[in-house]
C-alpha cells in the first residue's frame, strides 16, 4: 500500500480558495490513479477530483470550472485547487491512490483535512 498525508484545509469564507496538498510515500506516476474524495456530515464519501497517467483528469459536476487536480512527480506529491468554494464544499477531504492489479484493486487513502466553508 501507499503512505498519504493530506494538509492545507482550514475555515475559509464563502467565495475564498484552498490549496490541498497531498504528499505520496513513493513516485506519484507509478500509481494507476489518484483522486481526492469528500464527506460531508451525515453524507456518504464521493468523488471530487481523480487524475490518471497521461494527465486524464475528471471532476465532479458539482466543481467543475471551480477545483483543479495537479500533481508535482518532484515532489511527489498531489494538489486540490479550490476556488470560489461554497458552504456546501464543508467537509472532510481524503486523498486516495488506487492501484490496479490482475488480482484486484488495491485503495490506499489519507488521514483527511478538513474544509469548512462559512456563509
Known amino acids: 500500500q501507499v503512505q498519504l498525508v493530506e494538509s492545507g484545509g482550514g475555515l475559509v469564507q464563502a467565495g475564498g480558495s484552498l490549496r490541498l496538498s497531498c504528499v505520496v510515500s513513493?513516485?506519484?506516476?507509478?500509481?494507476?490513479?489518484m483522486a481526492w474524495y469528500r464527506q460531508a456530515p451525515g453524507k456518504q464519501r464521493e468523488l471530487v477530483a481523480s487524475?490518471?497517467?497521461?494527465?486524464?483528469?475528471n471532476y465532479a459536476d458539482s466543481v467543475k470550472a471551480r477545483f483543479t487536480i495537479s500533481r508535482d512527480s518532484a515532489k511527489n506529491t498531489l494538489y486540490l485547487q479550490m476556488n470560489s468554494l461554497k458552504p456546501e464544499d464543508t467537509g472532510v477531504y481524503y486523498c486516495?491512490?488506487?492501484?490496479?492489479?490482475?488480482?484486484?484493486?488495491?485503495?490506499?487513502w489519507g488521514q483527511g483535512t478538513q474544509v469548512t466553508v462559512s456563509s
Open positions: 486516495n491512490a488506487l492501484e490496479e492489479y490482475g488480482s484486484g484493486p488495491v485503495n490506499s
Open positions: 513513493r513516485s506519484i506516476f507509478s500509481i494507476d490513479r
Open positions: 487524475i490518471r497517467y497521461g494527465d486524464n483528469k
